[in-house]
């Protein structure tokens, strides 16, 4: 069981960058495949990214590609989502989520551990 915690939200205008880091707990990191959800005001929570912890292969929502990237340092326990070209949809509160050994996972329910999240908020 990881324990994950989100940092770098924040306000921006649009067309802006933030990064988001996520860093977890545990020394078995490594196996486990993290992912990036958001949540905006009046909406269901939303797959963003993830990124498998066996061949470190992406998968990115049709909304977020070419925009965003996600990535990870093992030595770090730590995931990050590079977000470029920000819009005002962007805005929410994005949250880390990370699931062990399952490959391929883009789904709120394939995620079993997730962070508390952090606010991001893109104004035009």
């Known amino acids: 069981q990881v324990q994950l915690a989100e940092s770098g939200g924040g306000s921006v205008q649009a067309g802006g960058s933030l990064r988001l880091s996520c860093a977890a707990s545990?020394?078995?990191?490594?196996?486990?495949?993290m992912g990036w959800f958001r949540q905006a005001p009046g909406k269901e929570r939303e797959f963003v990214a993830s990124i498998s912890w066996s061949d470190g292969r992406t998968y990115y929502t049709s909304s977020v590609k070419g925009r965003f990237t996600i990535s990870r340092d093992n030595a770090k326990n730590t995931v990050y989502l590079q977000m470029n070209s920000l819009k005002p949809e962007d805005t929410g509160v994005y949250y880390c989520a990370a699931v062990p050994w399952v490959v391929g996972a883009t789904t709120e329910g394939d995620f079993r551990n997730w962070g508390q999240g952090t606010q991001v908020t893109v104004s035009s």
């Open positions: 545990g020394r078995t990191f490594s196996t486990y495949t």
